[in-house]
Nanobody, 116 residues
């Protein structure tokens, strides 16, 4: 059974940084495109970044230059380094396969709150 457990969220001030982690089990992340998503209450879940099987990253425009996705194949984990956070980044963050639907199985997510 595939499972993802996200961690690392918290409350930070604008301009602050956080690093999120996603521990994967039941699948080898090196064989799949992995992505980070986020969802604010009342809004649709959106993808913010993904990393390919070759390790190539891809970002949505509004996080480019601020977020960095990476993976640790030995630890079977995916990470999201987030710098220069702003209030619009406030959301619950999830990791999952790239392109997965909302009806798929999701982990608990980790809350990121950017506030003064």
């Amino acid at each position: 059974q595939v499972q993802f457990v996200e961690s690392g969220g918290g409350v930070v001030q604008p301009g602050g940084s956080l690093t999120l982690s996603c521990a994967a089990s039941g699948v080898s992340i090196s064989t799949r495109y992995m992505a980070w998503y986020r969802q604010d209450p009342g809004k649709q879940r959106e993808r913010v970044a993904f990393i390919g099987t070759g390790g190539n990253p891809n970002y949505v425009d509004n996080v480019k230059g601020r977020f960095t996705i990476s993976r640790d194949i030995e630890k079977n984990s995916v990470h999201l380094q987030m710098n220069n956070l702003n209030p619009e980044d406030t959301a619950v963050y999830y990791c999952n396969f790239l392109g997965v639907s909302d009806t798929a199985s999701w982990g608990p997510g980790t809350q990121v709150t950017v506030s003064l």
